[in-house]
């Protein structure tokens, strides 16, 4: 099993064989919340017009996403795992556009598999591409907005591909490295109360599912829950 590690959007684009993208704060934290209580599907999205347009079909649908890190107006949430972890979705369909996760997932048309990755479902992350023997793992780090390396993605992806190769790395190591990161302080920034101090903690507790999500292609591409 060949195992690369690639980044950011560009990073998506020539993902290949079973690819893993990898968004830590917020959006796979909050899809793994999502699934857990009870969704029955999540459709990523890379644009906020497009999920207006879903909306505008299907009134009983729920939106869910950010931009510029912020809940977009009339989105019914942002891009919060402690709100999702407080939600009952239960047969649900949720929308989800964000500026880094669902960009990787839609932009990972070379690979033959998607799995959404996140610190929650690491464990069952790596069990599920180990079942599966593909030939080639890809896994995906977006970073802030596809475009600008991060600590936390980097450090699942390190994490993840640690489990593979049967050396799982640190975690509590890298989770000080995440803690110290500008992305990690920023939860702790009482001037922007949109990233809440409770995401951080939510997103760093290291296999809370037993899990894995799954992007399948078909009429429309979607997000379905798998047991590895």
Known sequence: MEI?????????????????????????????????????????????EEAFKLKKRHADWILMGEEGGQKVESFDYGNSPYDASLADFTGRTVVQRTGAGTQGVVNARGADTILL??????????????AAEPGVVSLVAMGDVGVQPNAEDEGCAEYIEGCLRGRPPDFGEIRSRIREAPSGIKFFDASRPWFKEEDFHLALELDRFDFVLEAVRGRRLHVERRLP
């Open 117 to 130: 990755g996140s610190f929650v479902m690491a464990g069952a992350i790596a069990r599920f591409v180990k």
């Open 4 to 48: 690369k590690r690639l980044s950011l959007i560009e990073g998506a684009k020539r993902a290949e064989g079973l690819a893993v993208v990898i968004d830590v704060f917020r959006a796979f934290t909050t899809a793994a919340h999502v699934m857990a209580n009870g969704a029955e599907r999540i459709l990523p999205v890379g644009t906020v």
